[in-house]
């Protein structure tokens, strides 16, 4: 098994396992590269490194202010947009909301983002696609 791989394939592998783990499920035949690059992630991460460099540290994470003074809505929709931004580095949309959520309309979002924002939990930039800003509350 001595096959040159692409250098940014290993890297989509390293960010996607559940993808990965799919595609091997999928194949036919023998586990060959893919099976060994799946069982031995150790190493191909130490090989992604030797030819990229250390990974780069994650976004640090967002400080989450308490709860309080919030509706139990209003909480969890702040909880989730920081969870969110969290592990994606950016803010969620407002389907991804409302379906995180529960609610049935874009409007109940809109309703409870107006309510963070007048409460300064976070701030909406204008006409612009995931434009939630999180605001640090200070106690």
Same mark, same amino acid.
């Given at each position: 098994? %001595?096959? @040159? ?15 990965? +783990?799919?595609?091997? /499920?999928?194949? $036919?035949?023998?586990?060959? #590269? #893919?099976?060994?690059?799946? #069982? %031995? ?7 992604? !490194?030797? /030819? ?8 640090? $994470? *967002?400080?989450?202010?308490? =709860?309080?003074? #919030? =509706? ?6 702040? +909880? ?7 592990? %994606?580095?950016?803010?969620? =949309?407002?389907?991804?909301?409302? *379906? ?8 109940? *979002?809109? @309703? /409870? ?11 909406? /930039?204008?006409?612009?696609? +995931?434009?939630?800003?999180?605001? !640090? *509350?200070?106690?």
């Amino acid at each position: 098994m %001595n096959r @040159r791989l692409d250098p940014r394939i290993i890297g989509w592998m390293l960010e996607h396992p559940a993808e990965l +783990r799919a595609a091997h /499920l999928r194949q $036919s035949g023998p586990p060959d #590269l #893919l099976g060994w690059m799946m #069982l %031995n992630p150790d190493a191909v991460r130490a090989a992604h !490194e030797a /030819l990229f460099g250390p990974a780069k540290p994650s976004a640090p $994470s *967002v400080a989450r202010a308490s =709860t309080a003074g #919030l =509706t139990e809505k209003q909480g969890d929709a702040y +909880r989730f947009i920081c969870d969110f931004a969290d592990e %994606n580095g950016c803010s969620p =949309t407002f389907s991804e909301i409302m *379906v995180a959520l529960d609610l049935k309309s874009k409007g109940g *979002v809109y @309703r /409870l983002l107006d309510g963070l924002e007048e409460r300064g939990r976070i701030r909406r /930039l204008p006409n612009r696609a +995931r434009a939630i800003e999180i605001v !640090e *509350v200070r106690p």
